[in-house]
């Protein structure tokens, strides 16, 4: 059964869990925006533990916008910000190296939209995991998915997966495992291995 889900900045750990397990993946892009998900977040491990990277956007909750139509602040130079966090993060890390130069064209292009980021985001990542799998997105609203498997919920940052498998962090014996990172760390830390990873949490994601 395809999965229904919302395309967010460097996805998490379950985000791609949930994609993999499913038969095709259909991206909601028909939502009304919300602040406070991971739609414009991704989170790291930083020298100092759990470190947030948050993409600045133009909305108001007073007056609601689609997903698609809400804008990126580009006024702040959040992209460089981004770019020297990581490399803070994680050039110390087993392929850090080896994945950087293939994410470098989203800190080196002008988005307008954060779902044209996320998207783009989206397909830059699974290039360099060399995953294939059956993408479209959304036409309509679906309040309740229908013929889909529902984890829209994923995108929620108080969403807990406490029950994955550890792996080596870069700063696990300052801060142990921390769970449900930006793909970016289980990446940089395991390289060709991340999709085995993966496919093995299937079971672990309610």
């Given at each position: 059964?395809?999965?229904?889900?919302?395309?967010?900045?460097?996805?998490?750990?379950?985000?791609?869990?949930?994609?993999?397990?499913?038969?095709?993946?259909?991206?909601?892009?028909?939502?009304?925006?919300?602040k406070q998900s991971y739609r414009n977040r991704a989170e790291i491990y930083g020298a100092n533990g759990k470190l947030a990277l948050t993409v600045p956007v133009s909305y108001s909750q007073k007056n609601r916008q689609l997903y698609k139509d809400v804008k990126i602040a580009n006024e702040d130079n959040w992209q460089v910000?981004?770019?020297?966090?990581?490399?803070?993060?994680?050039?110390?890390?087993?392929?850090?190296?080896?994945?950087?130069?293939?994410?470098?064209?989203?800190?080196?292009?002008?988005?307008?939209?954060?779902?044209?980021?996320?998207?783009?985001?989206?397909?830059?990542?699974?290039?360099?995991?060399?995953?294939?799998?059956?993408?479209?997105?959304?036409?309509?609203?679906?309040?309740?998915?229908?013929?889909?498997?529902?984890?829209?919920?994923?995108?929620?940052?108080?969403?807990?997966?406490?029950?994955?498998?550890?792996?080596?962090?870069?700063?696990?014996?300052?801060?142990?495992?921390?769970?449900?990172?930006?793909?970016?760390?289980?990446?940089?830390?395991?390289?060709?291995?991340?999709?085995?990873?993966?496919?093995?949490?299937?079971?672990?994601?309610?």
């Amino acid at each position: 059964m395809d999965a229904l889900i919302y395309p967010t900045y460097f996805p998490n750990i379950a985000h791609f869990v949930a994609m993999l397990k499913s038969g095709g993946v259909c991206f909601e892009i028909c939502d009304n925006y919300q602040k406070q998900s991971y739609r414009n977040r991704a989170e790291i491990y930083g020298a100092n533990g759990k470190l947030a990277l948050t993409v600045p956007v133009s909305y108001s909750q007073k007056n609601r916008q689609l997903y698609k139509d809400v804008k990126i602040a580009n006024e702040d130079n959040w992209q460089v910000q981004h770019l020297k966090s990581l490399q803070s993060a994680y050039s110390m890390s087993p392929f850090f190296e080896f994945y950087i130069d293939d994410l470098m064209p989203l800190f080196e292009t002008k988005f307008d939209y954060i779902l044209d980021l996320n998207l783009k985001c989206f397909e830059i990542l699974t290039n360099s995991l060399q995953i294939e799998l059956n993408i479209y997105n959304s036409t309509v609203f679906e309040k309740d998915a229908l013929n889909k498997t529902d984890f829209r919920q994923l995108v929620k940052r108080n969403y807990e997966t406490n029950n994955l498998e550890h792996y080596t962090q870069v700063f696990t014996e300052k801060h142990g495992f921390i769970p449900n990172l930006s793909i970016l760390d289980l990446l940089f830390n395991e390289g060709p291995n991340t999709e085995l990873y993966l496919t093995r949490q299937s079971t672990k994601l309610c």
